[in-house]
């Protein structure tokens, strides 16, 4: 059967895989290419084993794969074979020059638009799913369009809103997909295609259609809102623990209000993922590189107040076990930055790590799916860390356990026998607050949650 269309994705990410995949299953029709520069990632997306771990996705990729989906190293002809194409590499902080730990560090992009330019024979659409600076689109349109081939690019917006450990879901059945565009004839007609990609599953009315500098903000706002929600509720848990107020009780009884929902309102040892911080502090750059301080500070503040979580547990940690962690064996239950992904990429618990390995603590990770990734992250530790699969080996002879990831595994340990196999006086710091406190304390430990009493035997 010849395709109905070719659409080619560069970046085989953690957005660029699941969004592909979702597309090639809804969408028979199309012929769906994914490429990376990445070689080993590619040929795992070819193999039993995907390079990312996500709910239902094996599934996803098993239907798809060599029927409408391929995966290849070949990014040239993929991009020589394809109508429509999607960039989704990555656009990490720039770490060096102008807007260093801000702004957005857009070589990725911009070699890949040239790229594109380079190897195409014919006129083509380019989509943008990466998140991106608002008005990235004309810098690319220039440089695309900036051409004596005869060919032309429309480059259309559609950010993606999906959250890891959720992203099958969230792509199956999404909130909303967002498509901008420009209002020129050939602007409407490039996001009308876009669209009709998105009709194949997704109903009208969830597809909204946007002028392109809309669409781009509208992801940087998207985290920047979902992130304050939780550095608010985290800023209350600080004062909870100071007034014995419960911020889990105070969560449930705000969040009832229909103007406030209940959603994101869950207090913790602080939010990750590889898009929260970086999407806050390019909005930060943008906004200082309009003169908007005001605004600049106000966002910037969301981090910060993520940063005061984090190092306010290792300080509770530290003050609750006799102002010393030195040479105590500390295991961390949890190092993904949120359950049901490998994913460790800015997680809480990297932070939390270092600050106990800084002050000598034998540290020891578990974690269900991710010690792969917790392994990279802290390679320059040599003294004082290991990594053990199995959470009642980690926590045996540990004076102390942090749940840092609320990964359901750790809901239904056999607390009682961590317990005993554990230095007294034992203690768990729960940084989820998914553990049953009173239960724990009853059993002996020493509980600190985040934003509740301490309940403690001494
Ligand atoms: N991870 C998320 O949950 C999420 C959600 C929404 C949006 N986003 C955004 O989507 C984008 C991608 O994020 P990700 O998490 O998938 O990143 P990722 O690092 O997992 O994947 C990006 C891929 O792009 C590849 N790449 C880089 N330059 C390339 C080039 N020139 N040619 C071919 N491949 C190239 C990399 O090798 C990598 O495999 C980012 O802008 C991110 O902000 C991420």
Known sequence: MTS??????IGAGYV????????ALKCPQYKVVVVDIDRQKIKAWNSDSLPIFEPGLDEVVKKTRGNNLFFSAEIERGIQEAQIIF???????KTF??????????QYWEKTARQILACSNDSKIVVEKSTLPVRTASAMERILNDNSKGVHFEVVSNPEFLAEGTAVRDLEFPDRVLIGSKETPDGIRARKEVVDIFLNWVPREKILESSVWSSELSKLTANAFLAQRISSINSISALCEKTEADVDEVAGAIGMDSRIGPKFLKASVGFGGSCFKKDILNLVYICESYGLEKVARYWESVVEINEYQENRFVQNMLANMFNTVAGKK???F???FKANTGDTRESPAIYIAQGLLAEHADVVITDPKALKNARKDLKNFKKGLTFEANPYKAAKGAHAIAVLTEWDVYKDLDYERIFKSMVQPAFIFDGRNILDHKRLFHMGFNVFAIGKAPLKHF
């Open 16 to 23: 660029g895989g699941p969004t592909m995949a979702m597309i």
């Open 4 to 9: 109905e269309k070719n659409i080619l994705c």
């Open 87 to 93: 960039v989704s590499v990555n656009t990490p902080t």
């Open 97 to 106: 020059g102008q807007g260093a730990g801000r702004a957005a560090d857009l």
């Open 334 to 336: 949890g190092f993904a």
């Open 330 to 332: 500390v295991a961390l």
